[in-house]
């Protein structure tokens, strides 16, 4: 029956349903990202805000049971008003996760941690006031139960951990089905267009080509009555289109797989942050306590002070890149001043001193003078530095030179901006892998993350600024920062 009707009929046939199948893919790949953006994207966002809120209400919680414990030793009822800083901390958190949490298992966690935990203030409450009336023996039998209550606390807040954990795990599965789906749905739709193909290029070949050739080949014994010419235009005409649907379901899907890779990132990320979290956080609070009660004695030195304000400083930095880290599918909020690159450079050196002394890294610094103020956030900036001075540091192994040149310029794109060169002289970056090394997960050492200098791209581009790289082997590696400031 096909094969009885009319060639421009077969061929425009077989292009419809070629057309129907590369509509249809891209309106299923169209549909399944707009799932993924959707429906998961909500779920492990609001699961990493309830995780994250739970980490900080957990902290609160060992928080105030290390400050009671510091009162009971010395009495001290400057202890008291940090106990109660972190009462309302964890009343604040608390609230925030309830806020996060939509499912009945959630809020009934949420609703037994509170019950146990104004049972365990409670209690607190009286064994301070018994200390503080001088019945220490009464206080300290009494203690010994509110600790019970205490860890009783701290199994509801693991469970409510975990339930979370299960429900990101559970909408993993959800994707990893959906996109089963999806690539059956794929296989099948090219399997049909490869089919349709095969058959319009067997209709092409026998029934326009070969009879062409024929023709030519008789063009000198007798001219055709008919008018060939028109029927190969329109038929030209029908295989660009077709190849141009052809390259855009290509491209289409191309884009798809990079959209599934990118979001089973963003979930292992997530997890990966929690974990990382949960596994620092604790040992960094006890480095907090010990370092606030060191920094409270008045027989240090002014070295020894210089030391632990170091010291603190660095543990804030730990802290503030780990919630990078945690919030790296969701980017925290720029917290910008007026602020002077050249005092943002200065601070990132003192912070590195230790480190650059123990790599026998010689700085130098060439500034004019000190660079206008722009609007930045510092401590982002002061991240920016850290992590390419840092790499720097581990490049040249033991030993070597880093230069930071600061100067003022104007930017075709960005207009008048602040420059900050930092080069050093070590191997250099290869030209192949300098095209990935700002890709998010890539890296060069087998212990890193791959995310700073792609966190160090987005802080740029937050900055309105630009970054790039200038390299080559055995000749040193510079990084050129831009920033805007403002216009005299």
């Given amino acids: 029956m096909f094969f009885k009707l009319s060639l421009r009929t077969r061929i425009l046939i077989i292009l419809l349903f070629i057309m129907i199948m590369a509509i249809t893919g891209a309106v299923v790949t169209i549909w399944y990202i707009h799932q993924v953006d959707g429906s998961l994207k909500n779920i492990i966002d609001r699961s990493t805000k309830a995780l994250n809120s739970a980490h900080e209400f957990d902290n609160a919680l060992a928080m105030q049971k290390g400050y009671v414990s ?9 202890w008291l008003d940090q106990l109660k800083k972190y009462q309302n901390l964890f009343d604040t958190k608390l609230a925030e996760a309830n806020q996060f949490s939509e499912g009945e298992p959630e809020k009934k966690l949420l609703d ?9 203030s409670d209690s607190k409450s009286k064994v301070i006031t018994m200390y503080q009336r001088g019945e220490k023996e009464a206080g300290a039998r009494l203690h010994q139960d509110v600790r019970g209550k205490f860890f009783e606390i701290q199994k509801s807040c693991e469970a409510y951990k975990e339930l979370h954990q299960r429900i990101i795990n559970e909408a993993i599965k959800k994707n990893y089905h959906k996109a089963n789906i999806v690539n059956t749905f794929v296989l ?4 049909l267009m490869i089919f349709f193909t095969a058959l319009l290029g067997y209709i092409l070949l026998n029934f326009i080509l070969e009879p062409i050739r024929q023709l030519t080949f008789d063009a000198h014994a007798a001219p055709a009555e008919s008018h ?31 959209i599934l890779q990118k979001s089973e990132k963003w979930i292992e990320v997530g997890k990966l942050a929690a974990g990382v979290a949960h596994s620092v956080r604790n040992p960094l609070t006890s480095v907090k306590m010990r370092l606030f009660s060191m920094q409270r004695h008045k027989a240090l030195t002014g070295d020894q002070k210089e030391d632990l304000d170091v010291i603190s400083e660095e543990v804030r930095h730990i802290d503030s890149v780990i919630n990078n880290f945690v919030e790296f599918a969701r980017p925290p909020k720029l917290k910008q001043k007026k602020i002077s690159p050249s005092s943002i450079v200065d601070s990132t050196l003192q912070l590195l001193h230790h480190r650059l002394k123990l790599y026998n890294v010689e700085v130098i610094i060439n500034r004019k003078d000190k660079s206008p103020d722009i609007w930045a956030d510092p401590d982002q900036l002061i991240e920016v530095l850290v992590n390419i001075i840092t790499n720097a540091c581990e490049a040249m192994v ?6 930071i040149t600061e100067h003022l ?27 990935k090394i700002f890709q998010p997960f890539f890296s060069t050492k087998d212990d890193g993350t791959g995310l700073g200098l792609s966190i160090a791209v987005r802080i740029i581009n937050e900055h309105g600024g630009k970054i790039h790289v200038i390299s080559e082997n055995n000749k040193g590696t510079t990084f050129v920062i831009s920033l805007p400031c403002e216009e005299k």
């Avoid at 037994?112 to 365990?120: A, L, N, P």
């Avoid at 099948?188 to 399997?191: F, G």
């Avoid at 005409?237 to 190849?243: E, G």
């Avoid at 033991?398 to 230069?403: A, D, F, L, M, V």
């Fill in 228 to 258: 060939p010419s028109d029927e190969v235009k329109t038929l030209s005409r029908s295989v660009h289109t077709l190849i141009e649907n052809a390259d855009k379901t290509k491209i289409e899907l191309e884009l798809s797989h990079e």
């Fill in 70 to 78: 510091y009162f009971f030793l010395d009495g001290n009822p400057a």
């Fill in 409 to 435: 310029e104007t930017n075709a794109s960005i207009g008048r901006a602040v420059v900050i060169s930092i080069a050093d002289n070590g191997p250099g970056i290869p030209r192949a892998v300098q095209e």
């Fill in 112 to 120: 037994t941690i509170r019950v146990e935990y104004q049972k365990y």
């Fill in 188 to 191: 099948v739709t090219m399997s």
């Fill in 398 to 403: 033991k030993e070597g030179r880093i230069e």
